[in-house]
């Protein structure tokens, strides 16, 4: 794992192609489905049976889903025996997780939702 000073700014100048493939990943972070698998791959591997049922998808589905994070390459995959695990692709993606939820938690802080469904509650 390379360390943070060995990455250039995240403030430098892109060029188009950067930008292209910037624009996918973030294309792929635009589905819910596909969010629910990253989250569920944070703690450990998991395989496809798994995290099917762990976001309430079809193997299928998330099999197609996985195809698509690979090519990212925003998960990885290993064999054993007739499983295939899964994991994130490494710690890059796990913090940009965590840093979405921590600026989704920012804007709609918690409280807030609870306050509201309390009010919603009073008058009714």
């Known amino acids: 794992m390379p360390h943070p000073a060995e990455h250039k700014s995240a403030a430098r100048a892109i060029n188009p192609s950067e930008a292209v493939e910037l624009a996918e ?17 944070i703690d450990h591997e998991r395989t496809v049976e798994q995290l099917a049922a762990t976001i309430g998808l079809g193997q ?17 995959a290993r064999k054993q025996g007739r499983y295939v695990y899964y994991a994130l692709h490494d710690h890059h993606v796990a913090d940009l997780l965590a840093a979405v939820r921590h600026h989704h938690e920012h804007v709609y802080p918690p409280a807030t ?9 009073e008058r009714a």
Not at 113 to 121: I, K, N, P, T
């Open 60 to 76: 299928s589905a998330t099999s197609h889903h996985l195809r698509i994070l690979r090519a990212l390459r925003l998960v990885h």
């Open 25 to 41: 990943t973030l294309r792929a972070l635009g589905s819910a489905s596909r969010l629910q698998l990253l989250l569920s791959l």
């Open 113 to 121: 939702d609870q306050l509201q469904a309390a009010l919603a509650e």
